[in-house]
């Protein structure tokens, strides 16, 4: 069955960087565009951006441009979102959430979602 | 941007109710909102995808309509596991989230 299975809770001081894995299976792994979204409290659910595992390239929301990077393994089936220069304001649960048509990117909604990855951002 | 604004905020209904959300979109998008629920502490879980196509293996009694700017989510028949929050997405242009419907049992 498929499953996305994120990497553990982050404590991070402000000003650092945190790296978020997502780890496929189930399914073949450049079929399907992932997407990162972001809950925050207080502030709902975010898009974040995407990233296509079989062409690499990633398309990032307008808020995040320059501070996130999304990169995929496709030898190990992962996906990568890293974000720099935190603040308190990017203490959330960050998701990995798979798109729910293969090869394609407009006009998808999520259909499997990893577990989530609390990072906190605290001095 | 397209917004998304989602009413109510919560929601309190006995076992058993007929409850609705609603979503209205900033602008037209024909079709492309999915509803997904979310219990405390777990992921979104999709339910209704293409404003009225229920995903496989969700309750009949959850239903969505609406085209254009509003959309509804409707659960026919309110369940002790119904207890969530709710959210609408638009995926028309780039990927928007309502604000979110929290459901309690009265």
């Known amino acids: 069955q498929v499953q996305l299975v994120q990497s553990g809770a982050e404590l991070k001081k402000p000003g650092a960087s945190v790296k978020v894995s997502c780890k496929t299976s189930?399914?073949?792994?450049?079929?399907?565009?992932l997407h990162w979204v972001r809950q925050a409290p207080g502030d709902g659910l975010q898009w974040m951006g995407w990233?296509?595992?079989?062409?690499?390239?990633?398309y990032y929301a307008q808020k995040f441009r320059g501070r996130v990077t999304m990169t995929r393994d496709t030898s190990i089936t992962t996906a990568y979102m890293e974000m720099s220069t935190l603040t308190s304001d990017d203490t959330a649960v960050y998701y990995c959430?798979?798109?729910?048509?293969?090869?394609?990117?407009?006009?998808?909604?999520?259909?499997?979602w990893g577990q989530g990855t609390l990072v906190t951002v605290s001095p | 941007d397209i917004q998304m604004t989602q009413s109510p905020a919560t929601l309190s209904a006995s076992l058993g109710d007929r409850v609705t959300i609603a979503c209205r979109a900033s602008?037209?998008?024909?079709?492309?909102v999915a509803w997904y629920q979310q219990q405390p502490g777990k992921a979104p879980k999709l339910l209704i995808y293409?404003?009225?196509i229920l995903q496989s293996g969700v309750p009949s009694r959850f239903s969505g309509s609406g085209s254009g700017t509003q959309f509804t989510l409707i659960i026919s028949g309110l369940q002790p596991d119904d207890v969530a929050t709710y959210y609408c997405?638009?995926?028309?242009?780039?990927?928007?989230f309502g604000q979110g419907t929290k459901v309690e049992i009265k």
């Open positions: 293409q404003a009225s």
């Open positions: 602008q037209s998008i024909p079709g492309w």
């Open positions: 189930g399914y073949n792994f450049t079929d399907y565009f």
């Open positions: 959430a798979r798109a729910a048509v293969a090869r394609w990117v407009q006009y998808t909604n999520y259909d499997y």
């Open positions: 997405l638009q995926y028309n242009t780039y990927w928007t």
């Open positions: 990233i296509n595992p079989n062409a690499g390239g990633p």
